[in-house]
């Protein structure tokens, strides 16, 4: 990916970038540099203060909150074209998640006053913020009613077909988590993680060497996400 490419043209650009006129574009590629940030590295840290609107432009990201206990869970993955950390860039000082690229990312991190320039000025682009934020929070409190609601078959079926179809687009890939980050993602321990994707292999759902899956029968795993 050109680091410097110009926000017009880019291929990766959000829709809601689609309310802005050339001249707000220019205006925030001059306020906006693109980094490559190596798989395992921070993005943004819990605590830090909030100074700039990053945007997920390629690879994963998971967003991560560490409990008083220490205890880590988490909340959320990011993909490509998603903004992170939406929920708080406006609301709050200070990050409240831990933020790690699961794989090489590629991050747009925008001035965050000129964000607010272009929200305070262009009332169908903060209109779309607004908007956008909104889908996030249903998706978030969709996601984590889904994994609630589920036994443990489930829980795993709903990961695994969610990896398949949301972020990697293929039936067979490379789990960008580990079994502990899987566990923490739908609350189970690591050890039952262990064993239902044991089990999924044993039935002929899933082919599992290391961290490499194929999905072997789509419509049982869906069937069990959907009546676990």
């Known amino acids: 990916m050109e680091l410097n490419q110009h926000c017009q043209n880019c291929k990766f650009r959000s829709h809601l970038f689609d309310k802005l006129s050339e001249e707000e574009l220019n205006y925030i590629h001059k306020n906006k540099k693109t980094q490559l940030v190596k798989k395992g590295g921070i993005i943004t840290k819990s605590g830090d203060p909030i100074r700039e609107f990053v945007y997920l432009t390629e690879g994963l990201v998971k967003m991560q909150k560490i409990g008083r206990n220490g205890k880590e869970q988490i909340v959320s993955l990011a993909r490509p074209m998603d903004f992170i950390g939406l929920l708080s860039v406006f609301s709050r000082e200070?990050?409240?998640?831990n933020v790690t690229a699961l794989v090489d990312s590629f991050v747009c991190r925008i001035s965050l006053d000129s964000m607010r320039k272009m929200v305070s000025e262009n009332g169908l682009f903060s209109l779309d913020i607004i908007k956008?934020?909104?889908?996030?929070s249903g998706e978030i409190i969709k996601h984590t009613y889904a994994i609630n609601s589920k036994n443990l078959r489930g829980r795993i079926?709903?990961?695994l077909v969610d990896f398949s179809e949301k972020f990697f687009h293929s039936q067979a890939f490379d789990l960008p988590i580990s079994r502990k980050e899987m566990a923490e993602m739908i609350d189970m321990t690591p050890e039952n993680v262990i064993r239902i994707l044991s089990e999924f292999r044993?039935?002929?759902l899933i082919s599992l060497r290391g961290k490499h899956i194929e999905i072997l029968n789509m419509d049982l795993l869906i069937k069990i996400r959907d009546l676990g």
């Not at 200070?94 to 998640?97: I, P």
């Open 157 to 159: 079926a709903l990961i």
């Open 202 to 204: 044993r039935d002929g």
């Open 94 to 97: 200070k990050y409240e998640y």
């Open 132 to 136: 956008f934020i909104g889908n996030i």
